[in-house]
């Protein structure tokens, strides 16, 4: 089992629509998670960053980690066209500086 | 805040020769920075940790000597790749650890584009 999974899509929705990315991850110690947006050909972006369960809100984007399910969610409200991208879990593996990415889930926002 | 410049965005080159790339934290400091190797359509692979005045770490089944790197202050990491083959061709991107910042977060640099001829 993969320490964090992620649907790797493709994700296709309409512009305006309300977007739900997620991930699962295996090892309850995991206490951080982030979630970073990667456009082609281009690094990754830090999105947003939690660190206990509940919901986290910045703009249109809100993160939202439930550790009793080992859960975490990423929900993008009125999307965008320039939200079409590539969008990467992540987690710091226990005892070690190295992050630990999810597969990644390539999102298009139709006009 | 919390910039990391990478250059070159995109490099050509023939097969045998060595090709470096520079990872550089503008406005912040960096003990620790990372490597990473993309193909298309996957995720992140790391291929090493880098730290300031040490030797870097390396992950299974990355080559020491073909991929190397140097971490000499806390706002450069450099990887060179040596005597590189069209099978080296990828995209590789760099990380940094902000020594200040919150616990854990790597900011990335915008890759570059390795294609060997």
């Given at each position: 089992q993969k320490e964090v999974e992620q649907d790797p899509g493709p994700l296709s929705v309409p512009e305006g629509a309300i977007v739900s990315l997620n991930c699962t991850y295996s090892n309850s110690a995991f206490q951080y998670f982030m979630w970073y947006r990667q456009y082609s050909r281009k690094?990754?972006?830090?999105?947003?960053?939690?660190?206990?369960?509940?919901?986290?809100?910045?703009?249109?984007?809100?993160?939202?980690?439930?550790?009793s399910s080992k859960y975490i969610s990423l929900f993008i409200r009125d999307s965008q066209p320039s939200d079409s991208a590539t969008y990467l879990c992540a987690t710091?593996?226990?005892?070690?500086?190295?992050?630990?990415?999810?597969?990644?889930?390539?999102?298009?926002?139709?006009? | 805040g919390a910039v990391v410049s990478q250059h070159p965005s995109w490099v050509i080159c023939?097969?045998?020769?060595?090709?470096?790339?520079?990872?550089?934290?503008?406005d912040f400091q960096a003990t620790t920075m990372f490597w990473y190797r993309q193909f298309p359509k996957q995720s992140l692979m790391l291929m090493a940790t880098s730290n300031e005045g040490s030797k870097a770490t390396y992950e299974q089944g990355v080559e020491k000597d073909k991929f190397l790197i140097n971490h000499a202050s806390l706002t450069l990491s450099t990887l060179t790749v040596t005597s590189a083959h069209p099978e080296d061709s990828s995209f590789y991107i760099c990380s940094a650890k902000d020594l200040a910042g919150a616990k854990n977060i790597q900011y990335f640099g915008a890759g570059t584009r390795l294609s060997v001829l």
């Open positions: 690094g990754p972006e830090l999105l947003m960053y939690t660190y206990s369960s509940g919901n986290k809100e910045d703009g249109r984007f809100t993160a939202q980690v439930d550790k710091p593996l226990q005892g070690a500086q190295k992050l630990v990415f999810g597969q990644g889930t390539r999102l298009t926002i139709n006009p | 023939k097969s045998g020769t060595s090709v470096k790339i520079e990872c550089r934290s503008l």
